[in-house]
């Protein structure tokens, strides 16, 4: 039987549409309804891999993925950007004035807004998954109700596409993980890539202190994003990203960074996925 990854949505979503690029086209997919199901999926042997977006160039960073990520200790493998093109969609032969109710993601609609300023008639209403409404828009024929979804939404489930392209940043792209339980993480060939999670001593300047051992052995951070340590009030995990050249130097870094730190932990070691 074929290794399935487990996605967020359904086929014709932006995760399936990243599976398909990162793995194969003919990917086989395990679908789930929340991010929650995409972790118990792996968790559970359904799926071998799975794909998880952490953050939009628009709408920012998905702060609850990084606490599944480290809750549940699943590994980074791999990284996936794509660009975002938000399309209206619905039945065939209905026009932008026909449309009373948009429904979809809440980062989708987010995108969109400008879009739907001047469009003040049309209310917007939270769901799951992009693909999701449109698949059930066409099983259930509704009219006057239109979805926000890719172009291969639109072909699979036989949409009509009212307005091409209607997110705000036209520049708008989304960066998805691709993930494995850690007992099954796989050895990433030409690495050049970390994501760390660091929690810091309660003193003075211990967070420039991390920095500047990444700046003393110039590794370039991509990325840093602090999110509430749940069960300590005013207390915070950082999530870092950092590009590196050489391996070696890199564990090195490691180890002086767990003398600074109270806790330290490598989700992945991975290739940059914008080289």
């Known amino acids: 039987m ?48 799975a794909v998880m977006a952490i953050e939009n160039s628009t709408a920012g960073t998905i702060l609850p993925n990084y606490a599944l990520i480290d809750e549940n200790n699943l590994q980074i493998k791999g990284e996936h950007y794509i660009p975002i093109f938000m399309n209206l969609m619905a039945l ?65 489930y036989d949409l009509e596409i009212l307005n091409e392209g209607i997110q705000t940043m036209k520049s708008n792209s989304t960066r998805f993980l691709v993930l494995s339980s850690k007992n099954a993480a796989p050895v990433v060939t030409g690495s050049n890539k970390a994501s760390l999670k660091i929690i810091l001593e309660n003193k003075k300047g211990s967070l420039v202190s991390v920095l500047n051992i990444l700046r003393d052995f110039d590794l370039d951070m991509t990325k840093i994003q602090s999110v509430p340590v749940v069960d300590i009030p005013w207390k915070y995990a950082f999530f870092i990203d950092v590009l590196f050249q050489n391996e070696e130097e890199f564990q090195k870094v490691l180890g002086i960074l767990s003398g600074l730190t109270e806790e330290l932990k490598v989700l992945g070691i991975y290739k940059n996925g914008l080289l």
């Open 2 to 49: 074929e290794e399935k990854i487990a996605i967020q949505g359904i086929k014709g979503s932006f995760h399936h549409q990243v599976a398909g690029e990162y793995f194969r086209q003919d990917v086989q997919v395990d679908e789930c309804r929340s991010f929650r199901e995409v972790v118990d999926s792996l968790l559970t042997n359904r799926s071998v891999s």
């Open 92 to 156: 065939p032969g209905q026009k932008i004035g026909d449309i009373k109710k948009v429904c979809s993601h809440p980062m989708a609609l987010l995108q969109c807004q400008d879009f739907f300023k001047d469009h003040p008639h049309i209310e917007l209403i939270e769901d799951t998954d992009t693909a999701d409404v449109a698949k059930r828009i066409s099983e259930q024929r509704l009219k006057g109700v239109a979805a926000l979804a890719s172009k291969s939404a639109a072909q699979i």
